[in-house]
C-alpha cells in the first residue's frame, strides 16, 4: 500500500533554534498534504493544509511565521519550526490523501516526536 | 460544537471477548466519512475501518464492525475477541465532504487496555 515517510523520527533542539521536518509520500504523488500536532495524551490537531505549488493554508491559532510549510514537489513538504520553545514540543504527523482511484484512505506518516530543551 | 465526541477516555476489556467504543458526531454536510484509527504507543496512526454517509450497510473489516446509525448520528467501533495486542489508544474521525482530499476531525481517543 501508499507509504507516507517522515524524517526525523525524533528530534531534541534547543530554545531558539529552527527545526525541519520531512514528509514524503513513496509512492504516489500527493498534492495536499495535512500537518498535524499532537500534544501528550491529547488528541491529533490539524496545524495546516499543504498544497504543492501554492501557500498553505493555516488552521486558525496557527503562526504561519513561526510553521513553516513548502511543499515544493508533489511527494515532498516540509514542516520547519522556526524559534522553536519548550511549548512547541509535540508529536507531529503528516498525512496525505490516497492517489487516484483511492476514494477515502488517507496515509499517515509514521510522526516527528519534538522535544525542545 | 465538538464535531466528534468520544465519551469513554478508558475501556478495559477481558482478552477474547467483545468491546464498542463510542463515537458520535457533528455535521451538516450530507457527504462524508467516518473513520476509526488505532494508535499504539509509537504513535502510529493505523487505518482500522471507514464508513461513507451513504453507505447502506455497515462496514466490517475482520475482527472491526462499525455500527453506523445515522440518524442518531454515531458511528461505535465494535472489536470481537479482543486481543492483548489491542491495547492502545482509539481515535474516530470525520471527513466532511465527499472526496477524500480534506483533512480530518479526531476526536479526543479512547484508551483500550486488554487484560489476560
Known amino acids: 500500500g501508499a507509504v507516507v515517510s517522515q524524517h526525523p523520527s525524533w528530534v531534541i533542539c534547543k530554545s531558539g533554534t529552527s527545526v525541519k521536518i520531512e514528509c514524503r509520500s513513496l509512492d504516489f504523488q500527493a498534492t495536499t498534504m495535512f500537518w498535524y500536532r499532537q500534544f501528550p495524551k491529547q488528541s491529533l490537531m490539524l496545524m495546516a493544509t499543504?498544497?504543492?505549488?501554492?501557500?498553505?493554508?493555516?488552521e486558525q491559532g496557527v503562526e504561519k511565521d513561526k510553521f513553516l510549510i513548502n511543499h515544493a514537489s508533489l511527494t515532498l513538504s516540509t514542516l520547519t519550526v522556526t524559534s522553536a520553545h519548550p511549548e512547541d514540543s509535540s508529536f507531529y504527523i503528516c498525512s496525505a490523501p490516497g492517489g487516484p482511484g483511492v476514494r477515502y484512505e488517507q496515509y499517515f506518516g509514521p510522526g516527528t516526536r519534538l522535544t525542545v530543551t | 460544537a465538538q464535531k466528534i465526541t468520544q465519551t469513554q477516555p478508558g475501556m478495559f476489556v477481558q482478552e477474547k471477548e467483545a468491546v464498542t467504543l463510542d463515537c458520535t458526531y457533528d455535521t451538516s454536510d450530507p457527504s462524508y466519512g467516518l473513520f476509526w484509527y488505532k494508535q499504539p504507543s509509537s504513535g502510529e496512526m493505523i487505518f482500522l475501518i471507514y464508513q461513507g454517509s451513504y453507505d447502506q450497510q455497515n462496514a466490517t473489516e475482520g475482527r472491526y464492525s462499525l455500527n453506523f446509525q445515522k440518524a442518531r448520528k454515531s458511528a461505535n467501533l465494535v472489536i470481537s475477541a479482543s486481543q492483548l495486542g489491542d491495547s492502545a489508544m482509539y481515535f474516530c474521525a470525520m471527513r466532511e465532504g465527499g472526496t477524500g482530499r480534506r483533512a480530518l476531525t479526531f476526536g479526543s481517543g479512547t484508551r483500550l487496555q486488554v487484560q489476560p
Open positions: 499543504s498544497n504543492e505549488g501554492s501557500k498553505a493554508t493555516y
